[in-house]
């Protein structure tokens, strides 16, 4: 289903001209009501609930199916502060990577239109790095939510730094009233290339001329999943004993990017965080025993300014604006059985 498709419902006229799926509105209230939970610090759940309207790769509009109803947003409110009462055009950016797809489907499921923008994308493919298809993909939106990500040395500058100011510059030409950037906690203090990296994409959103919010999250337990089983390809886990994290599920974090661009700007960061803090060596055990995978753990430290900062809990939060419920080993738990 396309957002323009969306927008042809009857009634759904809107205060810019444009329409919205009056169907969606009326699903709105429940769906942000829940989002409110977890910015409470509630419970955020496993992310796993369905309310789904996923197009294939392209916009969702079809938000819950229980017909609760709230308020459209045709009530001439604007975008920057009627965010408590109606949907939204939003686009995601980086709508099909590990927290940008449960992002979409969340604002999906809460009665949002939503586009899915990425360089694959099926329907508004950008590509940050050169600025191809900005324009054209973010025409009509709200809201920008900023979800892309490249680790590469050769591309991340080029894709989160130049990126976000070419992201921010055509949604301020396109009328974006809200840029919300998914970031790391604790960037700007651990002197990682890429933590430098995201802490200058951090400073492009806040010049960038268009209100802002930045959610800082703590690393995924996807993350964690996707480094023990590379270095298990070689037989060995390299895992410090006192390097400290607080993983957090990627759906839950989407919870809290999610209740951000349906918020007012913040023109400021907020931080999520995972249920609980833990060393490598522990998740990295964690990781192997759920998984009945034979590898060696190696407790090789990490020396330096890096490892200092990592152990001095740098990338942790202790009073997170939005906390996880879900553990690490809870997760890979759930996984495991295919919850
Ligand atoms: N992973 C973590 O543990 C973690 C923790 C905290 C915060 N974060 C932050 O969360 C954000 C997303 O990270 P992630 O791990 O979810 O990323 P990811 O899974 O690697 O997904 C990256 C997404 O960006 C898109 N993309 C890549 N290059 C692009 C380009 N040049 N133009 C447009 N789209 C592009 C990809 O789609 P295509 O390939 O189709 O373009 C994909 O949808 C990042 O800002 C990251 O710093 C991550």
Known sequence: MTDENNRINEHGDRHDGTHVDQHASERTHEGRDEGRHMAEGR????????????GEGGDLGEGRQDGKAGRGRDDGAGAGDARGSGTLVIAVVGGTGTVGRPVV?????RGHTVRVLSRRSATHPVDLSTGEGLEAALAGCDVVVDAANSVSPRTMRATLVDGTTRLIAAGRA????????????????????????KTAQEDAVTVGGVPWTIVRATQFHELFVGMFGAMARAGVVLAPRD???????????????????????????????????????????????????????????????IGRTIRAGHLTSAHPDARGTTTFTQWLTERARGA
Not at 43 to 54: I, T, V
């Open 105 to 109: 489907e969340e604002l999906a499921g």
């Open 43 to 54: 419970d955020m759940g496993d992310g796993k609930d369905d309310r789904r309207g996923m």
């Open 243 to 305: 390097l400290t994290f607080q993983p957090i599920a990627a759906a839950e974090a989407a919870r809290a990017v999610a209740d951000a661009a349906e918020s007012a700007p913040r023109n400021g960061r907020i931080e999520v965080a995972g249920p609980e803090r833990a060393d490598l060596r522990t998740l990295a055990r964690v990781w192997r025993d759920t998984t009945s995978r034979r590898v060696l753990l190696v407790p090789a430290p990490l020396p330096g300014p």
């Open 174 to 197: 396109a009328g974006v009233s809200h840029h919300v950037c998914v970031s790391i906690v604790g960037c700007d203090r651990v002197p990682m290339p890429y933590y430098k990296v």
